[in-house]
């Protein structure tokens, strides 16, 4: 959430660059980790099917986020960008604290 508010606050090009590459490459390795989680969480029955609606889920997510936030853009205009963004930051570091803890050893 840090890269994502140095980003919006600081109106320069290069420190724009950085911050989002950095951000792509803090996030980019979620997914496979939520999987992981998902899968020392859970009873191996579960495991294909669990896997296959998450994502399911993340796909119809990553279908209907786009455009119901550029809905919202078109009507408000650019601005509102950033703080969507933020946003759903937030509640993806708000989920991924709600999971248990798990311990390092495999059982």
Do not use: D
């Given at each position: 959430?840090?890269?994502?508010?140095?980003?919006?606050?600081?109106?320069?090009?290069?420190?724009?660059?950085?911050?989002?590459?950095?951000?792509?490459f803090?996030?980019?390795?979620?997914?496979?980790?939520?999987?992981?989680?998902?899968?020392k969480?859970?009873?191996?029955?579960?495991?294909?099917?669990?896997?296959?609606?998450?994502?399911?889920?993340?796909?119809?997510?990553?279908?209907?986020?786009?455009?119901?936030?550029?809905?919202?853009?078109?009507?408000?205009?650019?601005?509102?960008?950033?703080?969507?963004?933020?946003?759903?930051?937030?509640?993806?570091?708000?989920?991924?604290?709600?999971?248990?803890?798990?311990?390092?050893?495999?059982?």
């Open positions: 959430m840090a890269l994502e508010l140095l980003f919006w606050l600081v109106p320069q090009f290069y420190v724009s660059a950085v911050a989002v590459a950095f951000q792509g803090f996030l980019g390795p979620l997914f496979p980790a939520a999987v992981v989680a998902c899968t969480l859970l009873p191996k029955h579960l495991h294909v099917s669990s896997i296959g609606f998450a994502a399911a889920f993340g796909g119809s997510g990553g279908a209907l986020f786009p455009y119901a936030v550029g809905a919202i853009a078109q009507a408000k205009g650019v601005k509102v960008l950033q703080p969507i963004v933020l946003a759903l930051l937030a509640v993806i570091w708000l989920l991924w604290l709600m999971l248990p803890r798990m311990n390092r050893k495999r059982e």
